[in-house]
């Protein structure tokens, strides 16, 4: 079955860039989406289509793909935006990655 | 504004079913597919099928198929997940998720699903 790999965990200081990889096979050949979770909340679309931002989403938010890998970049992170960031790809159905968790320092 | 609106959390036995129900409002619910994703406790997210509300299409993921039935009722706008022959794996916090671009744009708030003899 196909899976996506994230690292566990990433951690930043106030104001710094975080960065977040998703990889996996032929990934590249695939839309990839990017939800952030807060603890006991549902998740929050954030970046779709590899690099697209829906309304709402402030612009330090970004996503870029590069062969398999795709990265959610987070510019002037701010201590809001700690928490769990799953990557979604299609694969004939739906898979997400394990989640990374943003720890802002 | 869009919302989905879940049902509330439930408790069941090992061997039951449980049902849970996704009310759309806000936008034209025939229109897109709705999705059930659900998180076990520290667990990633996990895609059990979709509906295309609709037409009433479905999809399920082969993990749960036999178990799992998706439903729409379009005069009332909204979608069921029922899961049979409920394990305490199965416990979980079980959402709908409406799609949108090869991904899901709204979400519900989430049913917590407790299998519990």
């Known amino acids: 079955s196909y899976e996506l790999t994230q690292p566990p965990s990433v951690s930043v200081s106030p104001g710094q860039t975080a960065s977040i990889t998703c990889s996996g096979g032929k990934l590249g050949d695939k839309h990839t989406c990017w939800y952030q979770q807060k603890p006991g909340q549902s998740p929050v679309l954030v970046i779709y289509q590899d690099s697209k931002r829906p309304s709402g989403i402030p612009e330090r938010f970004s996503g870029s793909k590069s062969g398999n890998t795709a990265t959610l970049t987070i510019s002037g992170t701010q201590a809001v935006d700690e928490a769990e960031y799953y990557c979604q790809a299609w694969d004939s159905s739906t898979v997400f990655g394990g989640g990374t968790k943003l720890t802002v320092l | 504004q869009v919302q989905l609106v879940q049902s509330g959390a439930e408790v069941k036995k090992p061997g039951a079913s449980v049902k849970v129900s996704c009310k759309a409002s806000?936008?034209?619910?025939?229109?897109?597919?709705i999705y059930w994703v659900r998180q076990a406790p520290g667990q990633r997210l996990e895609w059990m099928g979709w509906i295309i509300a609709g037409n009433g299409n479905t999809k399920y993921s082969q993990k749960f198929q036999g178990r799992v039935t998706i439903t729409s009722d379009t005069s009332a706008s909204t979608s069921y997940m029922e899961l049979s022959g409920l394990g305490s794996e199965d416990t979980a916090v079980y959402y709908c998720?409406?799609?949108?671009?090869?991904?899901?744009?709204?979400w519900g708030q989430g049913t917590l699903v407790t299998v519990s003899s």
């Open positions: 806000g936008y034209s619910f025939t229109k897109y597919a």
């Open positions: 998720a409406r799609s949108y671009n090869y991904g899901y744009d709204y």
